[in-house]
């Protein structure tokens, strides 16, 4: 039987794998985030469009469901101060993704975030203590999400007020948007499979100096999608500046 120390260091290790292919992940997600950002300005042409559609949604599918799996491996971490935590979390995300809401509106008005990838963590955050305590439901009310988002994202809407929810409206464009449905779906599939992968990983260690950068990337991961995309538009405005000044 485990002891108190040593089962804590189990879970760390347990995160610090998953940490590890979502430190992986968010690095393909900021270098197809900065080709989406470059190909708008006109400095790339990358062909053909599937990639476009098909290498996001893969990135976006891990590292959504890999939340979940942290998100599991806390709870059975901390069950006390659980709810707290993310309900801080999504005040403190709420806040994040107004501002790339604002930033986009003002610089890149074509493209303006209007429920991305922050807002989706956001309200997440504030169900997650609800869903967390489930376990097969979760799993069911995954896969209906997720085939009822299949299905609306083959529609479009005359109104907007569900844009959030996954009713995309018209003629609707952005750089970024990550609906409740079906992206709830699977981050609950995430929490339903965290189990399972927490244990089939555990036993992983890390030693390398690249395998600890991963992690650290991993950790910080929701920090470093918040600041690339402006900072990136911001170094791209700059150069275009002097070219549009002395035209």
Known sequence: MLSESSSL???????????????????????????????????????????????????????????????????????????????????????????????????????????????????????????IKYDKLNLIAGILIILSGIYLQMKEFSFVYLLWLGFMPENFTTFDYFPMIPWLGVLLLGIFFGKSIINRTGHIKFKSEIAGAFILLGKKSLTLYLIHQPVLIFFLILYQFPYAFFK
């Open 9 to 131: 260091d189990r879970c760390q290790k347990r995160v610090q794998s998953i940490d590890f292919i979502k430190g992986v992940d968010i690095v393909f997600m900021v270098i197809f985030n900065y080709s989406v950002t470059l190909r708008y300005f006109g400095l790339i042409d990358i062909q053909p469009d599937l990639f476009y559609r098909l290498f996001p949604l893969i990135i976006a599918s891990i590292f959504i469901f890999l939340s979940g799996s942290t998100a599991h491996a806390s709870f059975e971490n901390d069950r006390e101060n659980f709810s707290r935590r993310y309900l801080f979390r999504g005040v403190k995300l709420l806040i994040f993704a107004a501002f790339i809401t604002i930033f986009t509106k003002m610089f890149v008005p074509d493209g303006t975030v209007y429920f991305g990838i922050l807002h989706f963590f956001a309200i997440s955050s504030f169900l997650m203590p609800i869903f």
